[in-house]
């Protein structure tokens, strides 16, 4: 899936964005239920994001889903994504 050119462009926006916009990419996806193959190259490219840049994403992604059921934050003392709400 990482080798998909969607993957890849999804995986190069979200490498020019901050940390800020991050989040708020993540966040517009919350309670959105739709599914397709483009988005799970998009959540995939997303959370892969966070992981490059250290950022402990394990209140969202077990390693296997990714769970968009509440917004999330970052806590930068902790470098760490948390869940708010």
């Not at 190069?12 to 739709?34: C, H, K, T, W, Y």
């Not at 799970?40 to 250290?54: K, M, Q, S, W």
Request: aromatic share 12%; hydrophobic share 40%.
């Amino acid at each position: 899936m990482r080798q998909h050119i969607y993957y890849i462009k999804f995986a190069l926006r979200f490498a020019d964005m901050q940390i800020p916009e991050l989040i708020s990419v993540f966040n517009s996806q919350v309670q959105n239920r739709g599914w397709s193959t483009m988005r799970a190259y998009h959540d995939l490219a997303l959370i892969d994001e966070f992981r490059r840049r250290g950022i402990e994403a394990d209140a969202v992604y077990d390693g296997k889903a990714i769970s968009f059921s509440r917004p999330i934050s970052y806590e930068i003392a902790n470098n760490r994504l948390v869940t708010i709400g």
